[in-house]
């Protein structure tokens, strides 16, 4: 058990509801970067400016757990985590407004950055270092994440509830000054989508306004015109339809909509945007422009790379088939053998047979893509092994890449950065989700050893093997990991003692707590057990 003194201190003149007045538990995020899913209760102590917690000898918690104590319910204002063993232990925290909050929530929630922090791009930085094998970021609320992406030297957090955090560069990140750790900005209403290219960064709200951020010498955030800002700006684009898709490459950004189309706008001097105006290519597109000869197709996914761009379209007859457009250097474009540019979107002939893909990613010059039934096809420049090319092999159509299906592993998704993919499998025996990293092992980007400089054969990263990942996001020199809890709170046990801290009446508390009245000085014990995890 523990309990709680509250000691006298005027506070306010609020009537006393009764020492030990709890709200229903209610189900919180927890924002501390090794937690998630605390369950949290509020407790109001009229009058105390500060409760001592008294934990007697049978006081204990297990080790997927923690405990906590704040003055607010999101575990931000004088929080403190109160440290294993609990027996015997006295502790002491804050109240604000006659209330404090005790959370118990469970360890595994982790947000990692590894790769490049030469400008805080992961949130962390130290001085004379420039590259981090993966380091827990601590300014990430890792069971909010929803999304990541990111430039050359920033990037950018969308949060579940809408929020938006960026660290790094600050022109691109919607900060005055640079930021080394992870920061919010504000913006106007909630936001649903994100994205980033080299140098400026995409916000798309709940209802499908546009801001954009960053560089623009190019037209790259689809303003108008050519002049960039610190400061998001709303961009004249108001597509009737909501945006279910948004990618941004080196200088340019394609978007889909709910009704498949296909809109663009930055720079296109080799046909990544694969925008025309009749039989001509326009560059560059100072507003965002549709693909009208796409009409008729439905487009699925879409990714931008650094002059080139890829897609998932699907036809009249539901088969989904992947294009590409722009520059054909290293078959970036997945067209072929070709000896110039192409300046619109084109089915990729070389994969025409296969109508099933669900999930595509590019980056600087290499392109992958996954099917329905766990298959994923490499194109590109392939040296490092970035495309899954054993040999290191630049391919120029789309190619299966066979390890997966060799060593029985359904891939479900993946994400590309500079020369280098990351997959999420599931093991078609143990039904375990696992990841694998492909490619340059640069500046610890890949999270493994060094070795030569490339990892060709898919290998599992040493710090993610007995975690479980919640998402897995590369950008271009900077990689993400998030990992879920150790244990699903959801198979909490409710502890076997009743007590005011789960809403339920004592049975034969230690003292009546509904006759107290004020003003009173009044030391107080409520009987609370920890209770502990178990599996299901």
């Avoid at 990618?247 to 001097?269: F, K, M, Q, R």
């Amino acid at each position: 058990f523990f309990f709680f003194q509250a000691e006298d201190g005027i506070r306010d003149a609020q009537e006393s509801r009764g020492l030990g007045d709890v709200y229903k538990r209610q189900s919180i995020q927890s924002p501390h970067p090794y937690y998630t899913f605390a369950t949290t209760q509020k407790v109001v102590v009229p009058h105390a400016y500060e409760a001592e917690l008294i934990f007697n000898d049978e006081s204990s918690i297990s080790k997927e757990e923690f405990l906590a104590v704040s003055a607010d319910a999101r575990l931000t204002v004088n929080p403190k985590k109160i440290d294993m063993p609990l027996k015997k232990k006295t502790e002491t925290c804050s109240v604000e407004n006659s209330v404090f909050y005790i959370h118990l929530g469970c360890k595994g929630n982790e947000f990692y950055g590894f790769g490049s922090i030469s400008s805080g791009q992961i949130g962390y930085y130290q001085e004379n270092i420039y590259t981090v094998e993966p380091t827990v970021i601590e300014s990430i609320q890792s069971n909010l994440v929803a999304d990541i992406k990111g430039g050359h030297y920033h990037s950018v957090v969308l949060y579940k509830d809408g929020r938006v955090l960026t660290s790094g560069d600050s022109y691109q990140s919607g900060h005055e000054q640079n930021m080394k750790q992870f920061k919010q900005i504000d913006l106007p209403e909630k936001i649903k989508f994100i994205s980033a290219g080299r140098d400026f960064s995409f916000f798309v709200t709940e209802t499908n306004k546009f801001y954009g951020v960053g560089y623009n010498s190019d037209g790259r955030l689809g303003l108008g015109d050519r002049e960039g800002s610190w400061r998001p700006q709303e961009v004249p684009f108001s597509p009737t339809k909501p945006v279910v898709k948004i990618s941004s490459g080196y200088n340019h950004t394609l978007v889909i909509l709910e009704d498949g189309s296909i809109w663009g706008a930055g720079y296109n001097y080799y046909g990544q945007l694969g925008i025309l105006d009749g039989e001509s290519k326009v560059n560059p597109v100072l507003k965002f422009t549709r693909l009208k000869y796409l009409s008729g197709l439905k487009g699925i996914d879409v990714a931008c790379g650094e002059d080139f761009s890829v897609a998932i379209i699907e036809n009249k007859e539901g088969k989904r088939q992947l294009y590409g457009t722009g520059s054909y250097d290293d078959g970036r474009n997945g067209l072929g053998e070709q000896s110039s540019n192409q300046k619109q979107m084109t089915l990729m002939d070389g994969a025409s047979s296969i109508t099933n893909f669900k999930q595509m990613a590019c980056s600087y010059n290499h392109s992958m893509a996954v099917t329905d039934n766990g298959k994923i096809y490499g194109w590109g420049y392939g040296w490092y092994g970035a495309t899954g090319s054993l040999e290191g092999t630049t391919h120029r159509t789309p190619t299966k890449v066979k390890w997966f299906e060799d060593n029985n592993k359904h891939v479900l998704s993946v994400t590309c950065g500079y020369y280098r993919s990351a997959m999420m499998v599931r093991d078609k025996k143990t039904q375990k989700e696992e990841l694998y990293v492909l490619g340059s092992t640069d500046d610890k980007r890949l999270g493994i050893p060094y070795g030569e400089g490339h990892c060709r054969t898919p290998q599992k990263v040493p710090t993610f093997e007995n975690k479980k990942i919640s998402g897995v996001k590369f950008t271009w020199y900077s990689s993400f990991v998030w990992t879920a809890p150790e244990v699903d709170p959801n198979t909490r046990d409710i502890h076997p003692y009743k007590c005011g801290l789960s809403g339920e009446e004592p049975i034969d508390g230690p003292v009546s707590y509904t006759h107290l009245t004020l003003p009173t000085i009044y030391s107080v014990q409520i009987s609370v057990v920890a209770v502990s995890l178990k599996k299901k």
